[in-house]
């Protein structure tokens, strides 16, 4: 039986109750989203506001605008969630809320709604971890067992961990400077791939998945990232100075200005996207094989989970396939829909933490954001031990002949 510390009676015994259901609110960057789920993972009701295609014609997102479109929009969604579910705030078990990390501006406005809401209600509240949520998402769709490895790819971050349980995480290595879903949107918007009439109405990296397609990753070549670093972070702002040096060449030879179409555009997004799926796949490489010799993975089925807005990004996923395949690996990712930011994923994690009875807390208790928030113990100064600081000259090899 869990242990409730500092909840009431009456709510340690609705913790308890056999039908226990979630309410989940997502607000960290740029979407409101809101969710019901039940404790077997059955979506009751759902509600998402996208704010894509205000920030889209901003150029960027604006964390003013994003606090401002929540606040608009954050007791609409969360109503309109609950009104599909058909589940009453008193029938709530709990609610999650996704507290770190994030803007600062977005997660106050979902964190002051979820506090007031609890307090009315008097419900228990899970503050929840955005990267952990990503991690565990796949755990709706398929029953993976704990230990796994997880890279989370999106627009505002980049990571390997080892997940060992619903709140036990070990981060092997991180983006030393921007994510690669930003990388590709500054990308885009250096092309202005908005002016395309393929993709005006999509965002940075979706642009640059589709005109990829069309291209020719051979036009240019880009140096992969920190290759003399022999560990498992990640680096995508000198591979942006890379791309803008070669637009810059290109705008001059073309005679044209910036904000024009250049017309090898497609070219330049299937050489970009090439060498930011090479890079993640390389760092998981190796991650794979530390891993694997200090005995991280099980023997029977290791897993690589991926997850986060850029896992959805077909080139990259295949690209990694090709790694699984090659050590043996099964390659797991939730469904498209459910890669980018959603009040869904943070349910199913708020039921996973309610199942175990980690991390709740009573209603009266503060609760406070932290725009910054690493995922579980860093263990990355290990790479500088022993041999696995390097790769072996074998594993060089065929890591080459795989991409």
Known sequence: MFAYKGLSRRVACALRSPARVVLGIETSCDETGAAVMDETGRILGETLHSQKEIHLKAGGIIPTVAQRLHKEHICRVVQEALDRSGVAPSELSAVATTVKPGLALSLGVGLKFSLSFVKLHQKPFIPIHHMEAHALT?????????????????????????????????????????????????????????????????????????????????KFQFKIPMGQHYDCNFSFAGLRNQVTIAINKKEKEEGILQGQLLSCVQDIAAATQHTVALHIAKRTFRAILFCKAK????????????????????????????????????LLCPPSEFCTDNGVMIAWNGVERLKEGKGIVSHTQEVCYEPKAPLGRDISTEWNSGSLAKLSTDDKASLVLLL
Do not use: W
């Open 138 to 218: 796949v755990r709706m769709f398929q029953p993976v067992e704990f230990p796994f490895l997880v890279l989370l790819v999106s627009g505002g971050h980049s990571l390997l961990a080892l997940a060992r349980g619903v709140d036990d995480f070990v981060l092997l290595g991180q983006t030393l400077d921007e994510a690669p879903g930003d990388t590709l949107d500054k990308v885009a918007r250096r092309l202005s791939l908005v002016k395309h009439p393929k993709c005006c109405s999509l965002s940075g990296g979706q642009a640059i998945e589709l005109l990829a397609k069309e291209g020719d990753r051979l």
């Open 295 to 330: 005995g991280h993975l099980p023997q029977s089925n290791p897993t690589l989970v991926v997850s986060g807005g850029v896992a959805s990004n077909e080139y990259i996923r295949e690209t990694l396939r090709i790694v699984t395949d090659a050590t043996g690996l099964q």
